[in-house]
């Protein structure tokens, strides 16, 4: 029994509990070395005496920070605008929420933030580090490898050979909805591709080029960044050059739904005149005006795998699998 207005102590911990100090140890340092029936008996032990560990302490000995750090190269209107960064910050929550691991966010808006972020990023201020929508070659990930900060992407970067990164197979993803068009008698079949510096830009258009060359469709190509307001723009320039398309797949769902809403105000049915897939899946699909077909793919999903694949990097357990590529599938409704 502690004395009033002390603080109970590690060994006061092992005693109640019925263990040894070290198991104390590994049971508040997250370590899966110690059985369940010990891991309980120490918890319980702790909640009675309300033991509080010594983070500045811990982390001279340990050398651990209990923090993770999730780095997002993108402005505040696109993560905060764009669902895909909700899902993938829940799943990453999900993912770290039985390890004792702080999820730190941190945005790199502009090239100075990123330098800034490239300093602060070491063993002394976090564990680990998840990266996610990286342009062009990156240097970021090979330098926190290098300086021994496990690290987890979120995407295939271009240029890049990660050690470790969870994906959706955009490609297939994109043959996939071109296919449908195709099947459903499709010939003029456009497509609003993503930033060429991204891999899923890059797949993306590429599945699209390759489910058309198949087919011997000639290609339509316009570019945006992900989001609506450049959906609407590229939607304008395509219909503008090509007034007979009669299908558009959108790289993703904000760019899909700013086509139709140009579709829309030029007068052409969608699908009866121009069939729309988007590419997310989004909760925003099923309530457009028409439904929008789209390639499902869940960002929580991928989080989860994102913050387990670093959590056992962290610990230093073996994976057998440090790449994740997950499949995606086509959602049809009303839009195709």
Avoid: C, W
């Avoid at 993912?95 to 800034?116: F, K, V, W």
């Amino acid at each position: 029994m502690t004395q009033r207005g002390t603080r109970p102590t590690l060994e006061e911990v092992a005693a109640r509990a019925g263990v040894g100090r070290g198991t104390v140890s590994r049971v508040v340092n997250g370590s899966p070395r110690v059985s369940e029936r010990a891991r309980q008996a120490v918890l319980k032990a702790i909640d009675e005496l309300g033991y509080v560990p010594n983070r500045a302490a811990r982390t001279l000995v340990t050398r651990r920070t209990d923090t993770v750090a999730l780095v997002v190269a993108e402005s505040d209107q696109r993560l905060f605008g764009e669902p895909y960064f909700a899902g993938i910050i829940r799943g990453i929550s999900n993912g770290l929420g039985d390890t004792g691991l702080q999820l730190l966010l941190a945005l790199a808006r502009s090239p100075a933030e990123y330098a800034r972020l490239e300093h602060y990023l070491t063993t002394q201020h976090v564990d680990g580090v998840l990266l996610t929508s990286l342009h062009a070659e990156d240097p970021l990930p090979a330098k926190l490898e290098a300086n021994g900060v496990p690290t987890v992407l979120g995407g295939r970067p271009p240029g890049l050979s990660p050690v470790s990164y969870v994906d959706v197979d955009n490609r297939l993803g994109a043959r996939e909805a071109v296919g449908h068009l195709i099947a459903g008698g499709r010939r003029r079949i456009a497509t609003i591709a993503g930033p060429q510096d991204m891999g899923v830009g890059i797949d993306r258009l590429a599945g699209y080029r390759e489910a058309l060359g198949e087919a011997g469709l000639p290609e339509y190509v316009a570019f945006g960044d992900f989001g609506e307001a450049t959906g609407i723009a590229a939607a304008e320039r395509l219909l503008a050059g090509e007034p007979a398309v009669d299908a558009v797949f959108a790289a993703s769902d904000p760019m899909a739904l700013g086509t139709l809403r140009v579709l829309r105000r030029l007068g052409r049915r969608v699908p009866d005149d121009v069939a729309v897939i988007g590419f997310d899946d989004s909760a925003a699909a099923p309530l457009a005006d028409p439904p929008l077909s789209s390639v499902h793919q869940s960002p929580e999903e991928m989080g989860v795998a994102m913050a387990r694949l670093l959590v056992s990097r962290i610990r230093g357990e073996a994976v057998a699998d440090p790449v994740v590529i997950m499949r995606p599938h086509l959602v049809l409704r009303e839009s195709a």
